[in-house]
């Protein structure tokens, strides 16, 4: 029952995975330039980004590596179910540490913004689409 439990947690990572693993738009950082940052803010800005790439790039790599091992996995001919589980943890480990570096990311570039940069920014933002009920 736990291994089944497992196994569907897996397929689960793996198809939203595509989803989870994008990395924010390209220059989605230069929209903040919309909100006629200051030379100081511009380079405080290319610094924060500068120094999150390294770690970005790793944690992509990491999440297609063993993205690109568990499907391996399942479409061998005998299905090792703890080699699954174990690179399912990989797989959701990268994925959370991505997340979490999203997070850091955003919140060391709104500390950049004034209070009304951050009104600004925020009406710039599309809402997010509404979820699908159940």
Request: with cysteine; glycine share 2%; hydrophobic share 45%.
């Amino acid at each position: 029952m736990n291994y089944l439990k497992l196994a569907a947690a897996a397929v689960l990572v793996c198809a939203t995975l595509p989803a989870l693993a994008q990395p924010p738009a390209p220059n989605e950082h230069l929209a903040m330039h919309a909100a006629d940052l200051s030379d100081a803010q511009q380079d405080k800005l290319f610094a924060i980004m500068h120094a999150a790439e390294p770690l970005r790039r790793e944690l992509g790599k990491a999440e297609r590596q063993a993205h690109d091992a568990l499907r391996a996995l399942g479409a061998a001919p005998q299905f090792d179910e703890q080699k699954a589980a174990a690179l399912a943890q990989v797989l959701g480990q990268a994925v959370a540490a991505s997340a979490l570096q999203q997070a850091r990311i955003e919140a060391q570039t709104q500390a950049l913004l004034t209070p009304e940069q951050r009104l600004q920014r925020g009406q710039q933002r599309p809402p997010h689409p509404p979820r699908a009920q159940q």
